[in-house]
């Protein structure tokens, strides 16, 4: 008998520019990139869906020539539908969307894929996992947030655990099966102190904002953080 597969073996850090300057966003992109980040991730808030209002395609388009890691654009807007082929043109590799602003998740999860990027479903924590019971074969990333969306600087919440341990034995059984790999992400309040127990739950994938852009200076600050998440959420390697 070996330990349960809880773990995942690798750790990608996606540092949500919503905690950036935004008069500075080129540069602080490419400070992320040079830091070490694994991915830019973008939060697109509609004032509909969630009480905030952000960036849309423009930005998307503006930031890509200032890296070459992905960009992981997380849609907390409704409806879903029409903003896909403008973020697939503006150059996102990644998007997930909430499914309850969807009136057709699997058409949504298609229609990413058609227009050559990755697609993921984002949960709540009050939203229920069933969502992912017939659309686990068209699923490249589950992203569980672990606070309520619209605001970056909020406090993890802890019943995000137990549901990332859950989802990360569906994605284990799935791929016992001959399916996939499905990227599990977790978004809000990730910390230092709270990375190892999120890691050690099964995420592989983590955004951090305000842990990062909160960080003092661009020259050597993101590169500290990072490399502080990393050893935190690993701490014996
Ligand atoms: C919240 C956003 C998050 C947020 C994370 O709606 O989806 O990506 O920016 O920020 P922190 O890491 O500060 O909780
Ligand atoms: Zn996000």
Sequence with gaps: MTDSPAQAPVLRLAPSIL????????EEVRAIQTAGADLVHFDVMDNHYVPNLTIGPLVCEAIRPHVTIPIDVHLMVEPVDALIPL????????????????????????LIKEHGCKAGLVLNPATTTDWLDHVMDKLDMILLMSVNPGFGGQK???????KLRAVRQRIAAHQAAGGQPIWLQVDGGVKVDNIHEIVRAGADTCVAGSAVFGAPDADGGYRTVISALR???HPTE
Excluded: M, W, Y
């Excluded at 998007?95 to 999860?109: C, K, M, N, Q």
């Design 19 to 26: 905690s950036a300057d935004f008069a500075r966003l080129g």
């Design 87 to 110: 973020f697939a043109k503006a150059g996102a590799n990644i998007i997930t969307f909430h499914p309850e602003a969807s009136r057709h998740v699997d058409r949504t999860l298609q």
């Design 231 to 233: 050893r935190a959420a």
């Design 156 to 162: 993890f919440i802890p019943s995000t655990l137990g």
